[in-house]
């Protein structure tokens, strides 16, 4: 129960008190709250001990789900559906704030973990974007919805529909935050059969699994962007929301892939970034090049950890002149270090490798969100992201 160990260890007994309070059984064991930390953090964990293993199960159900959202990536969520962001302010940790809203608004706890979900996803080989209509208000109207679920229903031949609909943002570096409303859709699957024990014995038991998808709808942009199981139901879904919700024509134009160009990186490049970013160094540890005359050879230029010269330096050096790669040679694929200054108590700084491929290849997705929003402001500083 790693889960559960984590969020009693790193949470506040004010939150620990709110939550046990609450949402859990009475514990076996008395917990004095007015005590120490360490006592009430000994206290607890005793007290789970002793539990029934329904108790059990409910309560790290529970606290893995809090657990997920403490990190980077699901404090962005729970920050990207509360309106009112002062109480989470407040709040003392991490731990604290996803305790709070699970405890607060159980819905809208829910809707960061579909946040997370989407966001998570995007630009994946799950995820599709298409071209809509900008300036739309979406259509809450409970006829419309009905009708947005029964087109699911029949698309799907699913037994029960459900759907969250519900407004967020997305945090953008150098631009206001993109406002976008979010549609969850959750559809029972066909029947399944899974192993069980009962009583000893080894039974099949039949259910039915919940799929997920979720679409965003961007009104500034007009952007339909859909992370779902496969790609004909991703267009289909699209077409559901745009009719139904949106009440638009449909022309299934998908966004265009993002272009990357690496030609800037032929000759020496300077990379600016801004000191609030705290990062201390950019460099290029790899570039692969393939003659401008020739796709049957290609030649990789690497600069090793500990090296004091760059890509360039090295150019000059093996091939002659002053900017030896301009006009013969064109750079298919290179890999960039990122290095951040240290924080805290921290004596090295984090790094964020990049790699892009040309035309349509980049490692940001693998990354934290944090780092993708860094990633793709400088990206597109440095000419290297073209796209919009």
């Given at each position: ?8 260890r ?29 006592e009430?953090?000994?206290s ?8 029934s ?7 790290v ?25 002062s109480?989470?302010?407040g709040?003392?940790s ?16 829910r ?81 399944d ?51 139904h ?20 990186l ?15 160094s ?27 010269r ?47 491929t ?20 400088y ?10």
């Amino acid at each position: 129960m790693p889960a559960l160990v984590r969020v009693i260890r790193n949470s506040s007994v004010l939150s620990l008190q709110d939550y046990f309070t609450h949402c859990a059984t009475e514990t076996p064991v008395a917990v004095n709250w007015q005590t120490t930390e360490p006592e009430v953090v000994r206290s607890l964990l005793q007290a789970v001990d002793k539990m029934s293993d329904l108790d059990i199960a409910r309560i790290v159900n529970d606290l893995e789900r809090i657990d997920k959202m403490a990190d980077e990536g699901g404090q962005t969520a729970i920050y990207n559906v509360v309106e009112d962001r002062s109480e989470l302010e407040g709040q003392r940790s991490a731990y604290d704030r996803a305790i709070w809203l699970f405890r607060k608004s159980p819905v809208r706890f829910r809707h960061a973990e579909e946040v997370r979900f989407t966001d998570e996803h995007r630009r994946t080989r799950i995820y599709d974007g298409f071209v809509g209509t900008p300036n739309v208000a979406l259509r809450r109207d409970p006829a419309l919805i009905e009708a947005f679920k029964s087109a699911v229903w029949e698309r799907f031949t699913s037994a029960n529909v459900h759907v969250d609909i519900f407004d967020r943002t997305r945090p953008m570096f150098d631009v206001a935050d993109a406002e976008l409303v979010q549609i969850a859709v959750y559809r029972e699957g066909l029947p399944d059969d899974f192993l069980e024990f009962e009583n000893g014995d080894l039974v099949l038991r039949a259910r039915r699994p919940v799929f997920e998808a979720a679409l965003t709808y961007e009104p500034k942009a007009g952007v339909i962007e859909v992370v779902g199981k496969d790609r004909e139901s991703r267009q289909d879904l699209a077409g559901f929301l745009a009719r139904h919700l949106l009440g638009i024509e449909f022309q299934k134009e998908r966004l265009p892939f993002r272009q990357y160009d690496l030609s800037g990186l032929l000759s020496r490049h300077q990379f600016s970034t801004d000191p609030a970013d705290g990062i201390e160094s950019v460099a290029i540890s790899q570039l692969r090049l393939k003659p401008i005359d020739s796709d049957a050879e290609r030649v990789t230029l690497e600069c090793l950890r500990g090296s004091d010269r760059t890509i360039w330096d090295m150019a000059q050096e093996r091939f002659g002149g002053a900017d030896p790669l301009l006009g013969g040679w064109i750079a298919t694929q290179a890999k960039l270090t990122i290095r951040f200054r240290p924080s805290g108590e921290a004596r090295r700084g984090r790094t964020l490798p990049l790699t892009v491929t040309m035309p349509h290849g980049c490692n940001l997705k693998d990354q934290t969100e944090r780092e993708q929003m860094i990633g793709e402001k400088y990206l597109r500083r440095w000419g290297i992201l073209r796209d919009a």
